[in-house]
C-alpha cells in the first residue's frame, strides 16, 4: 500500500494535477469510477456476472484499478490506511453481525 501512496503522489506531482485533487474532487472521482465498473454489470443476470469473458474481464480489472487509484488517494488526504480501515470496520462488523447471526 505504502509504494502505491508513493508511486500515485509522484504520478500527480510530476504533472502538476495536486491543485485537482482535493478530497471533494477525489471523492467525486471516486464515485465516477465506481460508477463505471457498476456499468459493466448493469444488464447482466447474476450469474452471467460470475462468469465473464476476457475483454469484460480486462475491462473490470481496468475500472478496478481506477476504483483503487482514486480511493487511495482520497484516504491519503486523511492519512488513513485503506488496507488498515478495512480491517478495523471488519472487526467492527463482526461484532455488529455475529457468525451465529445473531444481531
Known amino acids: 500500500m505504502k509504494k502505491l501512496q508513493e508511486n500515485l503522489a509522484q504520478f500527480v506531482k510530476e504533472r502538476n494535477w495536486e491543485q485537482f485533487h482535493s478530497p471533494k474532487n477525489l471523492a467525486m472521482a471516486l464515485s465516477v469510477e465506481t460508477a463505471e465498473l457498476l456499468e459493466i454489470f448493469q444488464w447482466m443476470e447474476s450469474a452471467e456476472s460470475r462468469e465473464v469473458d476476457a475483454p469484460t474481464r480486462q475491462h473490470i480489472e481496468e475500472e478496478v484499478g481506477d476504483v483503487m487509484i ?3 488517494m482520497l484516504a491519503g488526504k486523511f492519512a488513513i490506511d485503506p488496507i488498515a480501515a478495512a480491517h ?6 463482526a461484532r455488529k453481525y455475529p457468525a451465529s447471526g445473531e444481531h
Open 70 to 72: 482514486y480511493l487511495t
Open 88 to 93: 478495523k470496520k471488519m472487526v467492527g462488523n
